[in-house]
């Protein structure tokens, strides 16, 4: 049992799940507009301002998702991938009330509807500013009419992320290659 783990973790994520781990860190520059300060400071108190001294190295992380407009080639090495990985669950943590607040069900419909459009126009926003608009998979992001679970989807996935227990849980996530 104890080996199964082992090799679990030592799992590469591939591209699918880079390309995932970007849209969740999008996300994140979505509902809050201090996120790219925030993660900053986040990895510095985290213990991964090794990896992440300042935006310059988070984005050249970032740029393996080959979705991007400026990509680089090859795999991210595991080391790099778990701190994104920590970085996601850490700054999930952090935004935990506003994603309890989209994904409530006692609050009036009016009112979550407006918040899950504005995040949806800001995290359109930041695609075509940010991505490839050549791409199949961008430009169904851009197309409100289908990215609207998709969106659901990644606010799950980061709620899932929060809490004890989130590294594991987007980990597996992202090993997964369901879209």
Same mark, same amino acid.
């Given at each position: 049992?104890?080996?199964?783990?082992?090799?679990?973790?030592?799992?590469?994520?591939?591209?699918?799940?880079?390309?995932?781990?970007?849209?969740?860190? !999008?996300l994140?520059?979505?509902? $809050? *507009?201090?996120?790219?300060?925030?993660? =900053?400071w986040?990895?510095?108190?985290?213990? %991964?301002?090794?990896?992440?001294?300042? +935006?310059?190295?988070?984005?050249? +992380? &970032?740029?393996?998702?080959? !979705?991007?407009?400026?990509?680089?080639?090859?795999?991210?090495?595991?080391s790099?991938?778990?701190?994104? =990985?920590? *970085?996601?669950?850490?700054?999930? $943590?952090?935004?935990? /009330?506003? =994603?309890?607040? *989209?994904?409530?069900?006692?609050? /009036?419909?009016?009112?979550?509807?407006?918040?899950?459009?504005?995040? #949806?126009? +800001?995290?359109?926003?930041?695609?075509?500013? &940010?991505?490839?608009? #050549?791409?199949?998979?961008?430009?169904?992001?851009?197309?409100?009419?289908?990215?609207?679970?998709?969106?659901?989807?990644?606010? !799950?996935?980061?709620? *899932?992320?929060?809490?004890? @227990? @989130?590294?594991?849980?987007? +980990?597996?996530? !992202?090993?997964?290659? %369901?879209p």
């Amino acid at each position: 049992m104890e080996q199964t783990i082992t090799s679990k973790k030592s799992q590469r994520i591939g591209r699918r799940g880079l390309e995932r781990l970007d849209m969740l860190l !999008l996300l994140i520059e979505s509902l $809050d *507009l201090n996120a790219s300060e925030a993660m =900053i400071w986040i990895a510095h108190q985290g213990g %991964l301002d090794e990896l992440f001294p300042n +935006r310059v190295e988070l984005w050249k +992380r &970032r740029c393996h998702n080959p !979705l991007r407009k400026s990509t680089r080639r090859g795999l991210l090495p595991s080391s790099e991938t778990d701190a994104l =990985i920590k *970085l996601v669950c850490l700054m999930a $943590d952090r935004l935990y /009330p506003l =994603i309890r607040q *989209l994904l409530s069900s006692t609050e /009036p419909s009016k009112i979550t509807a407006e918040r899950w459009l504005l995040l #949806r126009k +800001r995290l359109i926003e930041l695609v075509e500013e &940010r991505m490839n608009p #050549r791409k199949g998979a961008v430009q169904k992001l851009v197309n409100s009419n289908s990215n609207e679970k998709y969106l659901e989807n990644l606010v !799950l996935t980061l709620a *899932l992320s929060s809490g004890a @227990g @989130g590294n594991s849980r987007l +980990r597996a996530s !992202l090993l997964d290659n %369901l879209p």
